[in-house]
C-alpha cells in the first residue's frame, strides 16, 4: 500500500513540475518593430526561393541528376519553408519574428498553407524516390500556384511593413531573394524540358524567367529607384553582385541550349545543378550584407 502511494506521489510531483514549468517560464519579449519587419519581409521573400529549390530539386530528383544529393536539398529546403510558414503566422523567437497581427495577411499565410499542405508532402514523396503519378502532378500543379502565391504574400508585406525599415530596404531585399527564385525556376524549367512534360509551355516560362532574371540582375547591381531598390552600399557588395552575374552567364548559356532544343549531356545536367546552387549561396551572401 505504501508502495502505491509512493508512486502515485511520484506522478503528482511530476506533474506539479511540469505545470509549474509552464507557467512559470519566462516569456519571450517582443521583437521590436523595425527588427520585426526587417525579418518577416527577409524569410517571407526566402519563401518564394524555397519554393523553387523544392520544385528544382524535385525534378532532378526525377530526372537522375545527384539524386541523392538533391533529394537530401529538397528534403532541407521543405523543413525550412514549414518553420517558415508557421513562424510568420505565429511568430518565432529564433526567427525574430512576432505574431502576424494582420487579418489579411493571416488569412493569405492561411492560403499559402491550404496550397503547401498538399505540395509539401508531394514534393518530400518524390525526394524519397517515390515517382508515382499521383504526388507527380500534385507537385507540378501546385508548385507554381503556391509561388505566386508567396510572392503576393511578400508583397503585401512590404506594402503593411516597409515604412518601419530603412527606405528601399524591403524591396530590396525582396528582389534579392527574387535573384535566386529565378535562377531557380530556370533550371527547374530546363530540367522539366529535359522530361519532356510540358515542354511547350515550360519553353515560355523559361523565355520569360530569363528576361526578368537579366532584368533584375541589372536593377539589383545598379539601383532602380522607380522599382524602389536601392544601389549596393559598399564596394564589397558590388564584387559580390558581379560574382551573381557571372554566374547567371555562365548558367544562361546552358539555359539558351535547352530553348534551342539542343540535348544536354549528362555533364552538363550536373553543371547547370552546380550553377544554380552556386547561385543561390552567392545571393545568400548579398542578401545577409543587406541585413548585417
Not at 20 to 42: G, S
Not at 206 to 220: F, H, K, N, P, S
Not at 226 to 232: D, L, S, T, Y
Amino acid at each position: 500500500m505504501n508502495w502505491h502511494l509512493s508512486n502515485r506521489a511520484r506522478v503528482w510531483a511530476a506533474l506539479v513540475c511540469a505545470l509549474c514549468a509552464v507557467v512559470c517560464a519566462p516569456v519571450a519579449a517582443a521583437v521590436d518593430e523595425a527588427e520585426d519587419a526587417k525579418n518577416r519581409i527577409h524569410f517571407a521573400g526566402r519563401q518564394g526561393a524555397l519554393l523553387q529549390q523544392i520544385s528544382r530539386d524535385a525534378c532532378f530528383v526525377m530526372a537522375g541528376i545527384q539524386p541523392q544529393r538533391y533529394a537530401e536539398s529538397a528534403l532541407s529546403a521543405l523543413r525550412q519553408f514549414d518553420v517558415t510558414l508557421m513562424g510568420l503566422l505565429e511568430g518565432d523567437d529564433n526567427l525574430r519574428i512576432n505574431r502576424e497581427g494582420s487579418v489579411d495577411l493571416v488569412a493569405r499565410l492561411n492560403d499559402i498553407a491550404t496550397g503547401w499542405a498538399v505540395f509539401g508532402p508531394a514534393s518530400q514523396q518524390i525526394a524519397s524516390g517515390d515517382l508515382h503519378s499521383v504526388p507527380m502532378a500534385q507537385a507540378l500543379r501546385l508548385g507554381p500556384a503556391t509561388f505566386d502565391q508567396s510572392e503576393d504574400v511578400t508583397r503585401e508585406m512590404i506594402a503593411h511593413y516597409s515604412a518601419q525599415m530603412a527606405d528601399g530596404l524591403a524591396t530590396t531585399l525582396w528582389a534579392a531573394h527574387q535573384l535566386a527564385a529565378y535562377a531557380l525556376k530556370a533550371s527547374n524549367d530546363v530540367c522539366l524540358i529535359v522530361l519532356d512534360i510540358d515542354a511547350p509551355s515550360r519553353l515560355a516560362d523559361l523565355r520569360e524567367t530569363m528576361g526578368q532574371m537579366d532584368a533584375l540582375i541589372v536593377d539589383v547591381a545598379n539601383g532602380a529607384p522607380e522599382r524602389g531598390v536601392i544601389a549596393p552600399s559598399s564596394r564589397q557588395m558590388t564584387k559580390q553582385l558581379k560574382r551573381v552575374s557571372r554566374a547567371w552567364s555562365d548558367l544562361s548559356v546552358l539555359l539558351d541550349q535547352g530553348i534551342e532544343g539542343a540535348p544536354l549531356k549528362d555533364a552538363e545536367k550536373v553543371t547547370l545543378a552546380n550553377l544554380s546552387s552556386q547561385i543561390l549561396l552567392e545571393v545568400k551572401t548579398v542578401i545577409d550584407m543587406y541585413l548585417y
